[in-house]
């Protein structure tokens, strides 16, 4: 329960006080500065990395107090005249839109900060190639076996029985 600050000194409460609790959507992991590099055209590594965290904590506080003024705003909710509801409402929304904003690019910032860590360690992964991959393979379960057991798809055609679309071996008792 939320204890209205102001109300409670005027009538000599106590205000108990509150353990700040991290409301944070995506964990921060700790952050290792690169090894310089010698090229005196490039900014200094170490205060971009120092700008970089100052920027992720300083959008922290705005998703905390985004989502702090979003609370309370609901709160208020049920005290305002019926008439002023409808903008209240529209007006908490948007700060709870803007707020998913800024988790969106938090979220977006750490994604690229880990797809860039993946690439300087040369990580090749999904390469991006376009193509049509035929995942129908018609053959015994032994032939695959085969396949699978000597490491890949042997160099000539002969090797594996022909067979139709009906999975129906060719014979020679069909000739």
């Known amino acids: 329960m939320s204890i209205n600050k102001t109300i409670a000194e005027s009538l000599g409460m106590e205000i108990p006080k509150e353990e700040e609790v991290d409301h944070s959507l995506v964990e921060i992991a700790p952050h290792e500065v690169p090894d310089p590099v010698d090229n005196p055209n490039l900014p200094n590594l170490a205060d971009e990395d120092l700008r ?6 300083q959008l922290e506080k705005l998703i905390k107090l985004g989502m702090n003024t979003f ?10 005249d019926p008439k002023y509801l ?16 800024a988790v969106k690019h938090k979220t977006d910032l750490q994604l690229k900060k880990k797809k860039q860590k993946l690439d300087e360690a040369g990580f090749e992964g999904h390469t991006g190639k376009t193509g049509a991959t035929n995942n129908f393979f018609v053959g015994s379960r032994e032939d695959l076996r085969k396949l699978i057991n000597s490491g890949g798809i042997p160099e000539t055609e002969e090797s594996l029985p022909m067979q139709d679309m009906q999975c129906v071996q060719e014979t020679d008792s069909d000739k």
């Open 52 to 57: 970089m965290l100052e920027g992720e904590k």
């Open 71 to 80: 609370t309370d705003l609901d709160d208020k909710r049920t005290d305002i």
């Open 86 to 101: 409808s903008r209240h409402i529209e007006t908490s929304s948007q700060v709870f839109s803007l707020t998913l904003e």
